[in-house]
Structures are given as structure tokens and as C-alpha cells.
T-cell receptor, first 115, second 112 residues
Framework: AQSVAQPEDQVNVAEGNPLTVKCTYS??????LFWYVQYPNRGLQFLLK??????LVKGSYGFEAEFNKSQTSFHLKKPSALVSDSALYFC?????????????FGTGTQLKVEL | DSGVTQTPKHLITATGQRVTLRCSPR?????VYWYQQSLDQGLQFLIQ???????AKGNILERFSAQQFPDLHSELNLSSLELGDSALYFC???????????FGQGTRLTVV
């Protein structure tokens, strides 16, 4: 079965410092990977995706993610964190189901950026 | 704003009742997905429609059903509601079958 794991329930970082939110995946075939962010009482917002090509993917709000096939990881990164980045982050893998598809999400990582 | 509209935003209902959640996808999007988010189960895929046809099904309960109409809006029907059905229900849409999905703000269902 295709799955993603987010090993950290919470990540704390000081504003201005780099941040990393970890994600590992398990898929058969080529992985299609996504990051979404959820602010309180809001829906999920798409940040970025990896389908093929460059291992470093750039997304919205200054976020980027590094795809590493040998380590089956897709970590989300930002060079300089902002307090406004505090939110719940989800890694997801797209699973094709023969005619359709679905996203399988990780359990989420709460990012807290402090002054 | 993702462009995906869900109504209502909040819904409180009693056990045993039936409710309908509505979703209008982004303009031009043919694919609609429904997800359930709860504290114990996390984000779970329920069902996908593409241009009116069911294309993928997750662990959707038999008490739940969905459809996508010719104007591409979708409805999720939940019946014989139980306390455990209390959750945030998201609709998402995408242009095609292989593009990223954009989520609505969700409907928070509380069953009392």
C-alpha cells in the first residue's frame, strides 16, 4: 500500500531560522508527492508538488521541498521561517486507482514559529 | 481563496438524521473529491467524481453517498448520522485526473 509518514507531530523553530518538516514515503512505481498547509479553521492550501524532474521543487510562500529517491523522502524546507508560517503541514502521495486517483495524507506536523 | 466553495460552513444535527453537504468546484475543474478530517482518523479520502462519473472510492460508509451533477457541482449525503460522524468534510477539485487538487474551506459537521 502507498503511504507517507511524518515522523514529527510538532516542529518548533525561531523566526528567521531555517525550517524543515520531514516526510518519507512508500510507493510502488513513480511517486507523485505533495505538500499542503492548513491554517486554523481553514481548508488545505496547496504548497508544491513533485511529479518528475528536478529534485528541488519550489512552491508558494518561499517554501521548497527536496525529493530524495534513495532515502524515499520529500522534506519541506524554508530558508527563513516567519511567525505567520505557524500552521499544520501535510505531506501526501497521489495514488492512482485505475480510472481515478486519491491523495493519501500523512498525519500532519504542527509547525510553531516563535519570535 | 482556492475557488472551491462549500456550503454550509457549519452544521449541527442530531443522531439518526440525514444531511447534505454541497460543493462547487473551481471554474473549469472536472474532478471533485471528498475527504473527511477527524482527530482520530486524520484526513481520509471518501470518493472522487470526474465529469459526473464515479472514478475512485475510499473507505466511504454505506450510509454515505455522493454525486456530481451536470453543472459539475457535487453533493455528499450522510444519513443515519452517528456521533462518530462528527468531522470536518472537505471537497477538493482539480482540472483533470493528474493535476493537483484545490480544497474548499470545509463543512464542520457536529452530530449531537
Amino acid at each position: 500500500a502507498q503511504s507517507v509518514a511524518q515522523p514529527e507531530d510538532q516542529v518548533n523553530v525561531a523566526e528567521g531560522n531555517p525550517l524543515t518538516v520531514k516526510c518519507t514515503y512508500s510507493v510502488s512505481g513513480n511517486p507523485y508527492l505533495f505538500w499542503y498547509v492548513q491554517y486554523p479553521n481553514r481548508g488545505l492550501q496547496f504548497l508544491l508538488k513533485y511529479i518528475t524532474g528536478d529534485n528541488l521543487v519550489k512552491g508558494s510562500y518561499g517554501f521548497e521541498a527536496e525529493f530524495n529517491k534513495s532515502q524515499t523522502s520529500f522534506h519541506l524546507k524554508k530558508p527563513s521561517a516567519l511567525v505567520s508560517d505557524s500552521a499544520l503541514y501535510f505531506c501526501a502521495v497521489r495514488v492512482d486507482t485505475g480510472g481515478g486517483n486519491k491523495l493519501t495524507f500523512g498525519t500532519g506536523t504542527q509547525l510553531k514559529v516563535e519570535l | 481563496d482556492s475557488g472551491v466553495t462549500q456550503t454550509p460552513k457549519h452544521l449541527i444535527t442530531a443522531t439518526g438524521q440525514r444531511v447534505t453537504l454541497r460543493c462547487s468546484p473551481r471554474s473549469g475543474d472536472l474532478s471533485v473529491y471528498w475527504y473527511q478530517q477527524s482527530l482520530d482518523q486524520g484526513l481520509q479520502f471518501l470518493i472522487q467524481y470526474y465529469n459526473g462519473e464515479e472514478r475512485a472510492k475510499g473507505n466511504i460508509l454505506e450510509r454515505f453517498s455522493a454525486q456530481q451533477f451536470p453543472d459539475l457541482h457535487s453533493e455528499l449525503n450522510l444519513s443515519s448520522l452517528e456521533l462518530g460522524d462528527s468531522a470536518l468534510y472537505f471537497c477538493a477539485s482539480s482540472v483533470g485526473l493528474s493535476t493537483e487538487a484545490f480544497f474548499g474551506q470545509g463543512t464542520r459537521l457536529t452530530v449531537v
